[in-house]
């Protein structure tokens, strides 16, 4: 009797669950509500296809040249039953939860030593930029650089050929000269180049003599800046570095020349004293000699020459 009743109950539960089933599957439908910084923005049948569409957003895939969105915050979903007759909302709650994205553009900057000079779009174009510029050897060609970069601007690109054009720096033009030297020299250039280092004056006085003028007391001409003064004056390092000759060298008389790395030197002649010695380490403004009439002069002053790689250079292009 016992088992009879229970079999009753259990098929009238089995009844009443199909019935109860039955009614809430015609008028409802399982769905998702979506709510954004806890609150309900609307309801969507298909969580993972509105979450796709978001982050193919995010990703900046809806927009050629955004590298990437980001938005404030996600939304929530939350599994439930909704009436059949709800109409979803997916558009609302995509542009909802868009809204306040902020977009990100990738692209590209040329620096010369470091700083931003151009930009472009596209890596290719950049890479492009720096083999122009190695196939023309230009003087700076190893300054150049790449930067990946991300901005809620767009920037105003510049065509490869114009970078080239604007960045390219010719090799100084060399015109070999036959005086005497002091170090390995190869010639002498006016045109000014980057030496990588400033320099200060190695002491105040007045110029008597530029670089590349024709005296009648020179066989060829002037290879440094003559800076008159009396005697005694002390003359200092122009940039600090290492001591590489100290003595006295034919017309030069007595003389220093300073290395400054990276093929940079300097040299100081005609002096009455030399306070530092080959292979001392000086400091840019320390007192290296005192201003004399060794070697060919016909009065007192410094000598003065800038060095970039064997080729001296006009020093009015540093200082004075």
Do not use: W
Request: charge should be positive.
């Amino acid at each position: 009797m016992f088992f009879r009743t229970s079999i009753k109950i259990l098929i009238l539960t089995i009844i009443s669950i199909f019935i109860i089933g039955g009614t809430v599957a015609f008028f409802y439908k399982p769905t998702y509500a979506v709510s954004l910084n806890g609150e309900l923005i609307g309801y969507t049948s298909n969580k993972s296809e509105l979450q796709n569409k978001i982050n193919k957003y995010m990703e900046g895939e809806t927009e050629e040249g955004i590298a990437f969105r980001q938005i404030d915050s996600l939304p929530e979903y939350k599994l439930c039953l909704l009436k059949k007759d709800y109409e979803l909302n997916d558009d609302e709650i995509y542009a909802k939860v868009t809204e306040s994205g902020t977009q990100y553009y990738k692209y590209y900057a040329i620096t010369d030593e470091k700083k931003e000079k151009y930009y472009v779009a596209t890596f290719e174009e950049a890479e492009s930029v720096v083999k122009k510029l190695k196939d023309k050897d230009s003087v700076n060609k190893n300054d150049i650089g790449i930067v990946e970069k991300y901005d809620t601007k767009t920037k105003e690109f510049t065509s490869v050929e114009t970078c080239v054009s604007k960045l390219y720096e010719a090799r100084p033009k060399v015109v070999y000269v036959a005086t005497a030297s002091s170090g390995n020299v190869s010639g002498t250039s006016s045109q000014k180049v980057n030496i990588g280092i400033s320099l200060i004056q190695p002491l105040s006085g007045i110029i008597t003599s530029r670089f590349g003028s024709r005296e009648s007391i020179r066989s060829s001409a002037h290879r440094g800046l003559d800076i008159a003064t009396s005697t005694g004056t002390p003359i200092k390092a122009a940039a600090s570095g290492t001591v590489v000759a100290a003595g006295y060298s034919g017309s030069y008389g007595k003389m220093v020349r300073i290395s400054h790395g990276n093929g940079v030197e300097t040299l100081y002649a005609h002096c009455s004293v030399l306070n530092v010695s080959t292979g001392q380490a000086v400091t840019q403004g320390q007192v290296i000699a005192k201003v004399g009439t060794t070697g060919n002069v016909t009065g007192p002053h410094l000598h003065f020459e800038v060095r970039k790689n064997g080729v001296i250079l006009n020093p009015q292009n540093y200082v004075y």
